[in-house]
């Protein structure tokens, strides 16, 4: 059996469990240890208990990656957005011949469903289809039970496609925003090379920070964007009266367009070597007053 399949089933059987229990017993499996809700420390303690206890129903609309392109461009500005080019419901709906030649098909309510066409001459329409079809069946909280996915309509966004002048992959900027202030970021890279995705952590003043976080950082010299301080000025907008909040760029041909926001990274499952920046990071959250 696939293990993406195995793992949804055994998802599916647990589903009765109340979240507080799911997540307690799931983190002692995948951190190897307690985890602990009374008095959360690190990060990743932090993480879950924000699953649990910060639940504003913003969050639904700020995670459909459909929804949340409305409400950043009311806030920072259309121009920082990357255009739609459909919203479909299936994936037969498609429109394929009024698409460009290059586009993205991304899936509204999850992590992963996600289809790259560069070059509509070699377009393997049933690969899209079998990505984005089983995607659209799967809700994404039942994995993580990350509650602002729960309630996400499942549907289809094409994107325009975002080509840069050297013909490199797009190079994703996440910042990382503690009650409303970008105090580190990391750098995806090298994500299609043989050694694979590299993951680089900078402070706010773009010093590399020595340590890992389940992926291994890169051993080449990563450049600050050109527009690194509007990167952090227009996050710092998006994160207000915000616990915890990621916020992703990238910089094409000078010009700066928005991602995604993600309040998890990682579900909060991801180790962190040296142990103690887990700690460090933890410290930098404030958490509400539950309610």
Not at 96 to 112: E, I, N, Q, R
Not at 113 to 127: A, H, P, R, V
Not at 133 to 152: I, Q
Request: hydrophobic share 35%; net charge positive; with cysteine.
């Amino acid at each position: 059996m696939n293990f993406k399949i195995l793992i949804r089933k055994l998802e599916s059987i647990l589903r009765f469990l109340p979240d507080e229990t799911y997540l307690k017993l799931k983190y002692r499996y995948k951190m190897k240890r307690k985890l602990n809700l009374d008095n959360p420390q690190t990060f990743n303690e932090k993480i879950q208990w924000l699953k649990i206890h910060d639940r504003k129903n913003i969050y639904t609309k700020l995670v459909d990656k459909y929804e949340v392109k409305k409400i950043v461009g009311e806030i920072i500005g259309e121009e920082y957005i990357i255009p739609t080019l459909g919203v479909w419901n299936r994936f037969d709906d498609i429109e394929f011949d009024k698409l460009p030649d290059t586009f993205v098909l991304k899936c509204t309510h999850d992590s992963g469903g996600l289809y790259i066409c560069n070059d509509s001459t070699k377009f393997d329409i049933e690969q899209a289809r079998e990505i984005i079809t089983s995607s659209l069946k799967h809700n994404f909280y039942w994995s993580g039970r990350e509650w602002p996915y729960k309630n996400v309509k499942p549907r289809i966004i094409a994107e325009e496609y975002l080509e840069t002048d050297d013909l490199k992959c797009l190079v994703d900027y996440k910042l990382m925003c503690f009650n409303g202030k970008v105090k580190c970021i990391f750098v995806c890279s090298e994500r299609y090379s043989s050694s694979g995705l590299k993951v680089t952590f900078f402070s706010r003043d773009w010093i590399k920070l020595p340590f890992e976080r389940y992926y291994p950082m890169s051993q080449l010299e990563i450049e600050k964007p050109k527009n690194y301080n509007k990167m952090i000025e227009l996050a710092e907008k998006l994160a207000k009266e915000i616990s915890f909040v990621r916020i992703d760029f990238y910089e094409v041909l000078g010009e700066i367009y928005f991602g995604e926001m993600t309040f998890f990274p990682g579900s909060g499952w991801e180790k962190f070597k040296p142990n103690k920046w887990d700690y460090k990071l933890g410290s930098w959250i404030k958490l509400p007053e539950r309610g």
